[in-house]
C-alpha cells in the first residue's frame, strides 16, 4: 500500500524523543498533540506520522492519561505495521486494567502473539487482581525467558519494584528500582525508576522525633 504523506505543523522528533527518554510526557504531548491527534482517523494506514503518533499514544499512557491512551490504541491498532500494532494493543489492554475492564484487557491479549507482552500484560492482570505474589512469578519467569528483550525486560522490571511495593517490601521494592535505575539509565523506565525509588525513600524514612 502506498504511503500518505500527510502534510503538517513542523516538530522536533529527536526533541520529543529525547523528552520522552527523560520521561518528560508533558512536553511529549504538547510537542505532538497538535501535529499527530488531529490526524488519528488515518493511522491505520502506512504514513509519516505514525511514529509520532505511536510515541504520543504512549506518552499519553505514561503521563497517566489513560483515556486519551486507550482511543490513540484503537486508531493505531489497525496499522499493519507489526511493531506499532504490538504497542497499540498492549496499551490498549493497560488501558483497560486501569480503568477495571479486566474482561475487555484479557480479550485484547487474545490478539497478542508476542510471548513477552503476554507475559507482561498477564503479570499486570494479577496486580490489578490483588495476586502480587502470582505477578511477580509471572514477572520472574518472563526476565528467564527474555532475558535480552530490551523492550520488555526495564518495564517488567520495574513493574517488580511496584510489585514489592504492594507487598510491603520496601527493601526489596527501593533495591529493584535503584537496579532499574541504573542499568536503564538514559531511558524513560530509567527516569521512573529513579522517581520511585526516591518516593520509596521518602516513605520508609522515619521522621525526626
Not at 510537542?31 to 509519516?48: K, Q, R, S
Not at 496499551?91 to 491479549?109: F, N, R, T, W, Y
Not at 522490571?157 to 528500582?177: F, V
Amino acid at each position: 500500500m502506498e504511503r500518505l504523506n500527510i502534510q503538517h505543523s513542523e516538530y522536533d522528533e529527536t526533541l520529543a524523543r529525547q523528552n520522552f527518554n527523560e520521561a518528560d510526557y508533558a512536553a511529549v504531548i504538547t510537542a505532538l498533540e497538535p501535529v499527530a491527534a488531529p490526524v488519528a482517523d488515518y493511522m491505520g494506514l502506512p504514513n509519516n506520522l505514525q511514529n509520532a503518533f505511536g510515541l504520543l499514544m504512549n506518552a499519553y499512557y505514561r503521563n497517566g492519561d489513560r483515556a486519551k491512551a486507550y482511543e490513540a490504541a484503537l486508531k493505531l491498532k489497525i496499522t499493519k505495521d507489526p511493531a506499532l500494532k504490538l504497542s497499540a494493543l498492549t496499551l490498549q489492554a493497560l488501558s483497560s486494567i486501569a480503568a477495571g475492564s479486566l474482561a475487555e484487557a484479557e480479550a485484547v491479549c487474545s490478539e497478542i502473539s508476542n510471548p513477552a507482552a503476554k507475559l507482561y500484560l498477564q503479570a499486570s492482570l494479577q496486580r490489578a487482581r490483588q495476586q502480587p505474589e502470582a505477578a511477580i512469578q509471572t514477572a520472574v519467569e518472563l526476565i528467564a525467558d527474555h532475558p535480552n528483550d530490551m523492550l520488555w525486560m526495564p518495564l517488567t522490571e520495574l513493574l517488580c519494584a511496584e510489585l514489592y511495593l504492594d507487598l510491603g517490601m520496601t527493601n526489596s521494592a527501593e533495591a529493584t528500582a535503584r537496579q532499574t535505575e541504573t542499568f536503564y539509565a538514559g531511558t524513560s523506565i530509567g527516569k521512573e525508576a529513579q522517581v520511585l525509588r526516591q518516593n520509596i525513600k521518602q516513605l520508609t524514612e522515619q521522621p525526626e522525633e
